[in-house]
């Protein structure tokens, strides 16, 4: 299957206003797979917002190239746009239109018939709460209606691969909740989703797969299982009746606390009740979260 997104050795550097240069992206490399949810993770700087500028088309990288479905941007420029929906960090909208008009403009746009974009435009609304919106200017919406707003303008035309920079900064709960549950619907019905956050929560609870960037350069990847699988911090803790004992190769002690580092929950388990017996006092496992692994890997 052709991969949704492939990026391939992208270079980019900026010429800074003292004559410096700045590499903000170096020999980045990334493929996400169709139909699939995937987290770009990184702290700001990192170089997120340019690789998304670069996939959208908006900028030329300097080295490497990038495909969607197979169409390479720089050279079928046109034909990719068609096949992505963006929501930039910035809110951009006509503000002297109505929401339904901003809709209709951009569905004309990106080709949706005439025919097709009423009930495109009614269903967008919904999914959005924006239906008593409709016939207000844009510029009388407040900032998460806005926010609505921007994404009811991306899907307009069904994109293969959506976009998300950041789109749940600064909405409240309800609306953050509304873009998950909208986020899994889109993807269920085909759409391969694309999203930066800065809320780790949001990539362990939505993303099958995510990669961490830092420095301009990918510094981790893969699915979300198995990077907390990976990381060194997961750990079991247990307790012991009788401290003074001989313990299993690779316990840590801290305190009247043992740990242990957790390879295989089953395996561990066994081991460590087969090996203490009846002198287990207590167990629990320490599962790490993404935010750990976040920011362990981006420290330096």
């Known amino acids: 299957m052709v991969p949704a997104l492939s990026v391939n050795h992208i270079g980019k550097t900026f010429k800074l206003q003292t004559g410096a240069d700045f590499q903000a992206l170096n020999d980045v490399s990334l493929e996400i797979k169709a139909g699939t949810i995937h987290g770009l993770l990184g702290p700001n700087g990192a170089g997120k917002s340019t690789l998304i500028n670069l996939i959208s088309g908006v900028m030329a990288p300097d080295s490497g190239s990038i495909l969607i479905e197979g169409v390479d941007v720089m050279k079928e420029s046109e034909r990719s746009k068609q096949l992505i929906g963006i929501v930039p960090q910035e809110v951009v909208i006509e503000m002297a239109f109505t929401v339904r008009e901003v809709l209709w403009f951009?569905?004309?746009?990106?080709?949706?018939?005439?025919?097709?974009?009423?009930?495109?435009?009614?269903?967008?609304?919904?999914?959005?709460?924006?239906?008593?919106?409709?016939?207000?200017?844009?510029?009388?919406?407040?900032?998460?209606?806005?926010?609505?707003?921007?994404?009811?303008?991306?899907?307009?035309?069904?994109?293969?691969?959506?976009?998300?920079?950041?789109?749940?900064?600064?909405?409240?709960?309800?609306?953050?909740?509304?873009?998950?549950?909208?986020?899994?619907?889109?993807?269920?019905?085909?759409?391969?989703?694309?999203?930066?956050?800065?809320?780790?929560?949001e990539a362990e609870q939505l993303c099958e797969n995510v990669t961490l960037i830092n420095h301009g350069r990918i510094i981790k990847g893969g699915s979300v299982k198995e990077l907390l699988r990976e990381s060194s911090r997961n750990m079991i803790s247990f307790e012991l009746f009788k401290r003074d004992v001989e313990h299993l190769p690779g316990v840590i002690v801290e305190g009247t606390e043992y740990r242990y580092p957790m390879k295989d929950l089953e395996a561990d388990v066994h081991a460590l009740t087969n090996f203490y017996g009846g002198n287990l006092k207590s167990i629990r496992t320490e599962a790490v979260s993404l935010e750990q692994v976040f920011l362990e890997v981006t420290k330096g």
């Open 106 to 201: 951009f569905a004309g746009m990106y080709g949706v018939p005439a025919a097709e974009r009423g009930a495109r435009i009614e269903n967008a609304l919904k999914d959005l709460d924006l239906i008593d919106k409709a016939d207000e200017r844009a510029r009388s919406l407040s900032g998460g209606m806005k926010r609505r707003l921007m994404i009811a303008k991306a899907i307009m035309h069904k994109p293969k691969l959506l976009i998300l920079d950041e789109p749940t900064a600064g909405v409240d709960v309800a609306l953050r909740q509304k873009i998950w549950e909208l986020v899994r619907r889109l993807n269920k019905e085909g759409t391969t989703i694309l999203f930066t956050t800065h809320y780790l929560e």
